[in-house]
């Protein structure tokens, strides 16, 4: 018979239990945004050099200036309502401001009867104009501002070659539309450059953050 006073065994020392390990979560990439200051700080400095330059033109263009401001003006607030970038706004605000002021002329024209040579020319850039602007609704690219460059150089080229003939109805006429071609031009290279640093930015992010 066994002896049943013997010292049991020491009982085995417990495992611990494997831990899971939590799977990594990707990190979520956000494009580099403007900050509040800056954009009221930009936006602040902008209005005031537009409405220093509307009172200075307004005083040598007369009445005829206000209409495409107003068009424009009208324009920029929506685009900026529609959240775009700034360089956005301002690049198609002109765009469309411009286009809308031409064709109110062209309204007014076929409204008192007259010929309207023009109407088919101005049709072309309508369906031009509408395509970049929803094309720059849903995509802001560098390729986009590129494309409104040349557009703008195109139209300022026609304007050129047309100022005599526009200059017969109404010289302030051509030169606010010289101008405000010179104006798109110079917000479409702007415009360009600005999309090129956020590409290059959002780039650089999602590099960091895939490392």
């Not at 013997?6 to 417990?14: N, R, T, W």
């Not at 580099?32 to 954009?39: H, T, Y």
């Not at 020319?121 to 031009?128: A, M, R, S, W």
């Not at 526009?166 to 101008?179: F, G, R, Y």
């Amino acid at each position: 018979m066994p002896d049943l006073a013997a010292p049991l065994p020491p009982p085995l020392p417990k495992r611990p239990a494997p831990q899971l390990q939590p799977e990594p979560q990707p990190v979520p990439v956000e494009a580099p945004q403007q900050s509040a200051s800056d954009r009221s700080w930009v936006g602040k400095l902008v209005w005031l050099v537009s409405v220093v330059a509307s009172v200075t033109l307004s005083k040598y263009l007369g009445g005829v200036y206000w209409m495409p401001v107003l068009l424009i003006a009208i324009s920029i607030w929506i685009f900026s309502r529609l959240k775009l970038r700034d360089y956005s706004v301002w690049m198609l605000g002109v765009l469309v401001g411009h286009t809308l002021w031409v064709l109110v002329g062209h309204a007014t024209i076929i409204g008192m009867g007259k010929p309207d040579p023009e109407l088919t020319n101005f049709i072309i850039d309508l369906v031009v104009v509408s395509a970049l602007t929803v094309w720059g609704l849903k995509t802001q690219s560098f390729w986009m501002c590129l494309c409104v460059l040349l557009y703008q150089l195109v139209a300022m080229a026609m304007s050129i070659i047309l100022f005599d003939e526009v200059s017969k109805v109404s010289p302030t006429a051509a030169i606010v539309h010289a101008v405000l071609r010179a104006i798109g031009i110079g917000l479409a290279i702007y415009a360009m450059v600005k999309a090129r640093q956020f590409n290059r930015g959002s780039e650089a992010t999602t590099a960091v953050a895939s490392q």
